[in-house]
């Protein structure tokens, strides 16, 4: 990061910038969109998660997972990987990290600014404060999304001012709080798309919800209960969405936001054994994804982007690659060692990502 930036091969021979293409709508009626990112959710967890295990059978379901790459390997980089299509490689230390940057990769192009384009309503919602680790520049700088944090939610009388838990408050108030914006942003008569991030799961030992905390034995580790529990909210949610008049025309995304090594021994799981994180979508305008994928979160923004109606010459957008067509990613193309250093060597382009120049 500090070395004099270079023209990169990677950008030059697979970024393509969403203004440089067509994008164009399949159908008359554009599908909402809601996008939900689970805490270090991983496949490996399967024998734990038996709704998730479910979901992926009826839907389309991109086994066996997504594979973190450089700079997508954590919560917010791995959201930034996945719908802006590049890793997030910024020069910064512990201070810039929690709120000091003046900017958020102005210059890069996400799906929340294609959809903005469109005009689409679109809320982010999550249990902690989005100003850690400047999540709420991210989202308001990237299609002016609205960020509905703890903060938002307790000024607005959602939840009293002295309540904290765990990050902030639990899941069950976030799926609760979802219901409610999808019921509000369904009833406004425009597109939309609703972003979520789940906390539950998340290291050193996750939250046990205090509902769920009964139906699982105490004897089990405090990180499979967290599992279980998350399993089953995320079951009940969904469910709960499919009984909506707005369902038949939603593409619902789920996947993990990044996976987490030091949660391989809480959950049973070998350390030897790679970590995917889980992958799947429901109503989605293409039947099933290509199978045997290796694929990285780069990947997911084109995939999301045809998932919901939009087709485009070359079906790559960002550094990803749409995972419905037959065409290698980055990730097969160069393998997991040349790719994690071509995506963390400083480059011209990446510059402009960051600075405009």
């Given at each position: 990061?500090?070395?004099?930036?270079?023209?990169?091969?990677?950008?030059?021979?697979?970024?393509?910038?969403?203004?440089?293409?067509?994008?164009?709508?399949?159908?008359?009626?554009?599908?909402?969109?809601?996008?939900?990112?689970?805490?270090?959710?991983?496949?490996?967890?399967?024998?734990?998660?038996p709704e998730i295990v479910e979901l992926e059978k009826t839907s389309g379901n991109f086994a066996a997972g997504g594979l973190d790459v450089a700079g997508t390997s954590w919560?917010?980089?791995?959201?930034?990987?996945?719908?802006?299509?590049?890793?997030?490689?910024?020069?910064?230390?512990?201070?810039?990290?929690?709120?000091?940057?003046?900017?958020?990769?102005?210059?890069?192009?996400?799906?929340?600014?294609?959809?903005?384009?469109?005009?689409?309503?679109q809320?982010?919602?999550?249990?902690?404060s989005g100003d850690f680790t400047q999540k709420r520049t991210f989202w308001t700088v990237h299609g002016n999304v609205a960020v509905h944090d703890i903060e938002y939610y307790k000024s607005v009388g959602k939840v009293p001012d002295d309540y904290y838990v765990f990050w902030g408050f639990e899941d069950r108030k976030l799926y609760g709080f979802a219901k409610e914006e999808l019921d509000s942003l369904a009833g406004l008569g425009k597109p939309f798309a609703l972003y979520m991030l789940t906390v539950d799961t998340h290291q050193p030992e996750g939250y046990l919800d205090e509902r769920c905390a009964a139906e699982f034995s105490?004897?089990?580790?405090?990180?499979?209960?967290?599992?279980?529990?998350?399993?089953?909210?995320?079951?009940?949610?969904?469910?709960?969405?499919?009984?909506?008049?707005?369902y038949g025309n939603t593409v619902i995304s789920v996947m993990g936001d990044h996976t987490m090594e030091m949660l391989s021994d809480k959950a049973n799981v070998p350390l030897t054994d790679t970590l995917r994180w889980v992958n799947f979508i429901l109503n989605s305008s293409i039947d099933?994804?290509?199978?045997?994928?290796?694929?990285?979160?780069l990947d997911v923004f084109p995939t999301l982007l045809e998932a919901m109606g939009f087709r485009w010459e070359g079906r790559s957008m960002g550094l990803g690659k749409s995972l419905y067509s037959g065409d290698s990613t980055v990730l097969e193309l160069y393998g997991q060692k040349a790719l994690d250093s071509l995506l963390r060597e400083r480059s011209h382009q990446y510059d402009y990502f960051l600075r405009g120049e």
């Open positions: 990061m500090f070395k004099r930036p270079v023209d990169s091969e990677l950008y030059r021979n697979h970024y393509v910038h969403p203004d440089s293409v067509k994008v164009e709508l399949q159908s008359d009626s554009p599908k909402n969109l809601i996008v939900i990112f689970l805490e270090s959710m991983a496949t490996n967890y399967a024998q734990y998660t919560t917010i980089a791995g959201i930034t990987g996945k719908l802006c299509g590049i890793p997030l490689n910024m020069p910064m230390g512990i201070n810039e990290y929690h709120g000091k940057l003046p900017t958020y990769l102005p210059h890069a192009k996400c799906l929340m600014n294609v959809l903005a384009d469109r005009g689409y309503n809320v982010y919602m999550q249990g902690s105490a004897d089990e580790k405090p990180f499979l209960r967290a599992l279980r529990c998350a399993s089953r909210q995320l079951g009940e949610f969904l469910a709960w969405a499919k009984d909506q008049s707005w099933q994804p290509v199978s045997g994928r290796q694929y990285s979160s």
